[in-house]
């Protein structure tokens, strides 16, 4: 299994970004997907997420700006980020909580991040 992080780029405060994660492989079913981020020299934190059938939670620093969508059919989910700010600035990265055909027990798995950086 392979989660695929792309969309990040480098723009300038408020503008908008919209984040992907696709989810391949020998996939049988994803229960919650996250995005996560971490800032150079903090550490990782939570930034959102979303059950399979859709419920969303978000950090209070992201509320208001950020949505977050999946599609289960393709197994992707979408950050849609508005208004950013340079506190933005991280790598973000998906983690999902997937079952695979190999395994008959719900596993935990990480993207490779992508770059947001917001400029002021």
């Known amino acids: 299994v392979q989660l695929q992080a792309s969309g990040g780029g480098l723009v300038q405060t408020g503008a908008s970004l919209r984040l992907s994660c696709t989810a391949s492989?020998?996939?049988?079913?994803?229960?919650?997907m996250y995005w996560y981020r971490q800032a150079p020299g903090k550490q990782r934190a939570l930034v959102a997420s979303i059950s399979h059938d859709g419920r969303t939670t978000y950090a209070d620093s992201v509320k208001d700006r950020f949505t977050l969508s999946r599609d289960n059919a393709n197994n992707q989910m979408y950050l849609q980020m508005n208004n950013l700010k340079p506190e933005d600035t991280a790598t973000y990265y998906c983690?999902?909580?997937?079952?695979?055909?190999?395994?008959?027990?719900?596993?935990?798995?990480w993207g490779q991040g992508t770059l947001v950086t917001v400029s002021s």
């Open positions: 983690f999902a909580n997937i079952r695979t055909t190999e395994n008959t027990i719900w596993s935990n798995y």
């Open positions: 492989g020998s996939i049988v079913a994803i229960n919650v």
